[in-house]
């Protein structure tokens, strides 16, 4: 039996009140962005650990093209850390299955968001709160690159 309130939704409700596959498949998306939340967060740390060290504890702070390199050297290794957690605990995919190169694209993109921000603060108002304004790059960027992975890089629609 389905409800005609549930018809102009695309939500089917069976006679148990079960509901039909629109909304398993809002369930499923919900899971994958907590999923992509955590992976991100993972993400984040490492990428914050190893700019902090960087900055911090080689000292590679003295000029703003160390600042810059030793962003990118962060965020390369979170790149890679995030790829292979997104396959496996994420979308569920094989590493060797889900698109590389896609994920490359997709996170250059979030990258000219990400570091584009983060150049823009550091290196004006929040010249001496670098991680401040990796975080604030890092939040810009999370959205669009959740959207884009799940649709073209694990194939997931």
Do not use: K
Request: charged share 15%.
């Amino acid at each position: 039996m389905i409800d005609s309130r549930a018809r102009d939704t695309d939500i089917a409700v069976n006679s148990h009140g079960d509901l039909g596959n629109a909304e398993v498949v809002h369930q499923q998306v919900l899971r994958q962005l907590w999923r992509f939340l955590l992976v991100g967060a993972a993400g984040f740390a490492l990428d914050m650990a190893v700019l902090a060290i960087l900055l911090y504890g080689a000292g590679y702070n003295e000029s703003e093209m160390q600042l810059l390199v030793c962003r990118l050297v962060a965020f390369l290794a979170a790149i890679s850390l995030t790829f292979v957690l997104n396959a496996r605990y994420t979308f569920g995919a094989r590493v060797r299955h889900a698109n590389l190169t896609g994920y490359l694209l997709i996170q250059s993109a979030g990258a000219c968001i990400n570091l584009g921000l983060y150049a823009l603060l550091v290196l004006g108002p929040l010249t001496s709160l670098p991680l401040v304004s990796m975080i604030i790059g890092s939040a810009a960027a999370t959205g669009s690159n959740f959207l884009l992975s799940r649709r073209f890089v694990y194939r997931m629609r």
